[in-house]
């Protein structure tokens, strides 16, 4: 085996090492602190779909990239392909929405107390599983194409318009679809990109702000909760710069692509590995981040042998 092959799988490996155990274990974690506290912090719940949605992301795209990467071929048939594709375009989808979602209500949320924003601040969470709904429904509902169109890859003629996916191609047929369906798609990304951007930039001045008159704060116990609220920010922040990182990386090369006339393989490997980077490296960052996971897991290591002296 090449030496540029085995690079390639180790590192498609190592997305599916961090990125699919880190995934399940923060939906479980959340799911198992709303049955033992019968609530859960918004922030948190949009944590759970997004990690959700990164597992699913992961799952579809990376496995199937790693098989290839270490010489399966033949893997999936023409159903397979569809059901493959259609679960990485909607996941992917649901992954830059529902980051850009999470920026724009942690933004809301230490907002100050002006009139504009106490609407938002009164009604944003309880909105929010509606808007989820809206954007899965939304997402669901815009890549039939792919569905239609997708195939295992065969030893036939295709349009210039396809799109070479590991074991599977997907054909626009002409240039009309092509063009409409990637414009229709970028756009969405701009616009939720755009505004995790505008969020996390707002978010970044009212820290600042925060750290320069944190001494002047007088009420203690309203202190700490902001401070809270400004900690679950810098996560968010933290967060939306990795993906705008990532997604940048990843367009520039695709638009680098775009100026050649034979892409070169290993061109569309690391464009893979950046656009599902986030997906495993954003479990990384919430589980170090995130208060109520470490606790969770300190609870369950450290407790559960103190509870058992008790017994005995």
């Known amino acids: 085996m090449e030496l540029r092959t085995i690079i390639k799988a180790f590192g ?19 799911m198992y602190l709303k049955i033992m506290e019968r609530k859960l912090l918004t922030n948190n719940m949009i944590l759970t779909v997004l990690c959700f949605f990164n597992f699913l992301v992961l799952f579809s795209r990376v496995i199937p990239q790693s098989l290839s990467a270490v010489g399966v071929e033949d893997l999936l ?17 649901m992954s830059i929405c529902v980051t850009s979602l999470l920026s724009c209500h942690q933004c809301i949320i230490i907002a100050p107390m002006k009139h504009i924003w106490i609407p938002l601040k009164q009604n944003g969470a309880q909105r929010v599983k509606v808007i989820i ?10 890549y039939p194409f792919f569905v239609l169109n997708a195939n295992a890859r065969k030893n036939v003629t295709t349009s210039v318009y396809t799109l070479h996916l590991i074991y599977c191609d997907t ?10 369906n990637g414009l ?11 505004a995790m951007i505008l969020a996390s930039g707002y978010m970044v001045c009212i820290l600042i702000y925060h750290e320069q008159h944190m001494r002047k704060m007088m009420n203690e116990y309203r202190s700490q909760r902001r401070l809270a609220r400004y900690k679950a920010s810098r996560a968010v922040v933290l967060l939306v710069v990795m993906y705008v990182v ?9 638009i680098y692509t775009l100026t050649l006339a034979d892409v070169s393989p290993d061109m569309n490997d690391i464009r893979i ?10 479990s990384l960052l919430i589980i170090t981040t995130n208060p109520k996971l470490q606790l969770s897991w300190l609870f369950c290591h450290k407790q559960r042998p103190y509870q058992i002296s008790l017994e005995g």
Do not use: H
């Open 12 to 30: 498609f490996l190592l997305l599916l090492i961090f990125g699919i155990p880190g995934n399940i274990f923060i939906c479980l974690q959340f």
């Open 133 to 142: 709904l809206a954007f899965w429904i939304m997402n669901l509902s815009t």
């Open 171 to 180: 054909d626009f047929l002409n240039y009309r679809s092509y063009i409409i």
């Open 273 to 282: 590995f950046l656009a599902s980077s986030y997906a495993a490296l954003s």
């Open 184 to 194: 229709f798609y970028a756009i969405r990304d701009f616009v939720c990109v755009t």
């Open 246 to 254: 990532l997604f940048g990386l990843d367009n520039s090369l695709w």
């Open 77 to 93: 048939n023409d159903t397979e392909c569809k059901l493959v594709i259609y679960t990485y375009r909607v996941s992917r989808a």
